[in-house]
């Protein structure tokens, strides 16, 4: 049974070769989890490999840096938008919650998990790097040699870049930047009585803030080559009384930071110029409305007031840090050279197919290559573009990029194709979040190289990750093509699992073409091939395809789904899996992160499984799987089953129709996140998550199991 509001929604199970009838469950707590929170119940499951003990040292210190990064994006894009909604009349989240609800639940639930954080690095880390001879000590601790040299330090390095702003009738409070660590104090004028009385004409005391620039490292090492450091914010309280004459550091020094609305509203219908209104809008982000204060745990009652109310905040928005704040910038302490603190290194080889010599073009027309990073080199991606560049058969190279990184090489590969005469069309989309500055970098670079740049479509994000090569084979042109779940960033394939698809379908080589002047020259192009593109036709063919599901069971012939995504919260998709567990159709969903499926609800969703596998390697890959009465098909590519993606994203899901490839991904690749009962945590009805247990199955972790000197992709031992 599922209760909304004051009615009664009777969920019957089907009866066979009769359709279900599940009603729509609008603004339903018992139907939906609340996405926001399902959000912070996965940055629960990261800070909890920080916590696990059993973790390399330094493994351990990136998962709670991590959990920092994630509450800051969540601060500056999730509650942000929360806020902007306190004053929508009428406003419900999809499981029926008002912006108020939302921002009340998150205030009980994150305290006791940033605590869990500090409490974690503070008596357990901390103290173990230091025993490793890795430590982030107090002044207090060093002798007199250390402390000149740091003096030293802060004179010639630190001293000229801060900028100490006070707060008086001719001062206003000052604009502080999101994320950046400040020191705040209150100065009495009676400590410099010539200079401040002569200015305030008041023995009143006037706040001062001095912020950390981002010159200054945050930790600085005691001396050159140390591994012994002091926190950039200690080392200016230490020397305070060069900024403010008669201060003592330990008197008045606090530490804070607040966090800014970083959810940039774009009007693209009125800019006649994409590229110059981003960058207006990237200037205006740093001047964000703050939504976050946090402090030092020790700074006194009366300034933590005196903040909010300057920051026109509330005391739900004050979030009070018994340890360092930004705990991201610890991540120094794990690019040290100290492997044995560390997972140890992942071991890559090429597929079989490409480890054989000559063109990848040759090896590409022969079969379907399946490229699975990072177990496989990304340089396989920037070889096959290489190799295109250089190659005098190539015409015409298209790429859609998303986010690239500030040392890829792709981008200079592209501009040398352009110089090299090739028709070289890139779509970059300056909308990425986080990556703004960076593409926009980019497009400048590509226009000034004569790359046709293209920035989409009106409206919309292009999130797909696609190249098209076009090559002159005697008489013939024919389509190379790789299609992806990740981006072309060889920085994050290192870190992130993503699966690439190259082929010469034609088919598919078709649809790319046509998906490229769809993106260019707005082609109204309503179906394709083989290809699945949002908000075409992707959403249609997911519904229709659960449906099939859903026939099938009712009709007794083979139905299943499985599906492997980062984020579940699209509630027609939800809607329809309802509608087939109610059928019957057994179904396991592997999603990383948000997902509003409420799964094990007798009469709902008795028959859906929902997993996370949280583990080294941020699991970034989307498949999906459908048994179709006996005739599997098998998708994969860049979208998960969200709103955004499926509405207001140019997303591109292809089939896998390599008999092998469908081989591997149904009976290696899937099963292997199924099986895991190391990294993954099963969904419970009420919304937590549990460890998947080990004691009657033997130990598997399906990351590990994807390297090794076993290759996983030698098909022909294996099937």
Not at 317 to 338: E, Q
Request: glycine content about 6%; some cysteine.
């Amino acid at each position: 049974m599922v209760q909304h509001a004051t009615q009664i929604y009777s969920v019957p199970i089907a009866e066979p070769n009769a359709a279900p009838l599940l009603p729509v469950l609008p603004h339903s707590s018992e139907y939906l989890f609340n996405r926001d929170l399902s959000l912070i119940e996965f940055f629960r499951r990261v800070l909890e490999e920080g916590l696990d003990e059993t973790q390399p040292l330094l493994e351990r210190l990136k998962f709670l840096a991590i959990f920092s990064s994630n509450l800051d994006e969540f601060f500056m894009i999730r509650v942000s938008g929360l806020k902007e909604r306190l004053d929508t009349p009428g406003y419900l989240s999809p499981n029926g919650m008002t912006a108020q609800e939302q921002l009340l639940a998150i205030k009980d639930r994150l305290p006791e998990m940033i605590a869990k954080q500090m409490k974690t690095l503070r008596e357990d880390i901390l103290p173990q790097l230091a025993s490793e001879g890795i430590r982030v000590v107090p002044f207090a601790e060093l002798n007199g040699k250390e402390r000149q040299g740091l003096t030293d330090y802060f004179e010639h390095r630190v001293y000229p870049v801060l900028t100490p702003q006070a707060v008086d009738p001719s001062h206003p409070f000052p604009s502080i930047s999101g994320g950046s660590i400040n020191l705040g104090m209150m100065v009495s004028p009676e400590l410099n009585p010539r200079i401040a009385r002569a200015l305030y004409k008041t023995n009143d005391e006037f706040f001062v803030r001095i912020k950390i620039p981002p010159a200054v490292p945050r930790l600085i090492p005691v001396a050159e080559g140390s591994t012994r450091y002091v926190l950039a914010e200690d080392l200016v309280a230490e020397n305070i009384g060069r900024l403010t004459p008669g201060v003592r550091a330990e008197a008045c020094c606090h530490i804070f930071r607040i966090t800014r609305d970083a959810d940039i509203e774009l009007r693209e219908q009125e800019a006649e110029d994409l590229l110059e209104m981003m960058e207006q809008n990237l200037r205006q982000r740093r001047l964000g409305q703050p939504v976050r204060l946090e402090v030092e745990s020790t700074m006194p009652a009366e300034m933590v007031r005196y903040l909010t109310e300057s920051l026109e905040l509330t005391e739900d928005d004050v979030y009070a840090i018994d340890g360092p704040l930004n705990v991201a910038d610890l991540m120094t302490l794990y690019k040290l050279d100290r492997p044995e603190l560390k997972d140890e290194p992942l071991r890559t080889a090429p597929p079989p197919s490409l480890q054989k010599d000559g063109s990848i073009f040759d090896q590409v027309r022969r079969q379907d290559i399946l490229v699975h990073h990072p177990y496989m080199p990304h340089s396989i991606i920037t070889d096959f573009l290489k190799e295109a560049v250089e190659d005098p058969e190539v015409l015409a190279i298209k790429m859609c990029l998303y986010r690239t990184g500030a040392d890829s090489p792709i981008p200079p590969q592209l501009i040398e194709a352009a110089e090299r005469g090739k028709q070289v069309t890139v779509l970059i989309e300056l909308k990425a979040r986080f990556d703004e500055e960076n593409n926009i970098e980019w497009a400048k670079r590509f226009e000034a190289a004569g790359v046709h740049v293209i920035y989409g479509i009106l409206g919309l994000k292009t999130h797909c990750k696609t190249t098209l090569i076009v090559r002159r084979e005697g008489d013939d042109l024919r389509h190379y093509v790789h299609l992806a779940t990740g981006n072309y960033n060889p920085e994050t394939s290192a870190v992130y699992t993503d699966l690439g698809l190259l082929t010469a379908d034609p088919e598919i080589g078709a649809d790319s073409a046509e998906l490229f002047n769809f993106l260019t020259a707005y082609s109204q192009r309503d179906t394709f091939n083989k290809l699945l593109v949002a908000p075409i036709n992707l959403r249609e063919r997911m519904i229709e395809m659960i449906e099939r599901e859903t026939k099938n069971a009712l009709d007794g012939h083979p139905a299943r789904i499985i599906a492997k995504v980062n984020r579940l919260a699209d509630t027609g998709i939800i809607h329809a899996l309802y509608e087939a567990s109610c059928a019957g159709v057994k179904i396991d969903l592997i999603v990383r992160g948000v997902c509003m499926l409420r799964p094990g609800v007798h009469g709902l969703s008795e028959n859906i499984e929902v997993r996370s596998i949280v583990g080294r390697l941020l699991e970034h890959s989307r498949v999906y799987y459908f048994a179709n009465g006996g005739n599997d098909e098998i998708y994969m590519g860049s979208a998960d089953w969200m709103p955004r993606n499926l509405n207001r994203r140019v997303e591109v899901i292809t089939p896998v129709t390599d008999p092998q490839l469908k081989q591997y991904l149904k009976y290696d690749f899937l099963p292997a996140y199924l099986r895991d009962n190391v990294k993954a945590r099963r969904l419970l009805p009420d919304g937590t998550y549990e460890r998947v247990s080990s004691v009657e199955d033997p130990v598997f972790d399906s990351q590990k199991s994807f390297q090794g000197s076993t290759n996983v992709f030698n098909f022909d031992q294996r099937h």
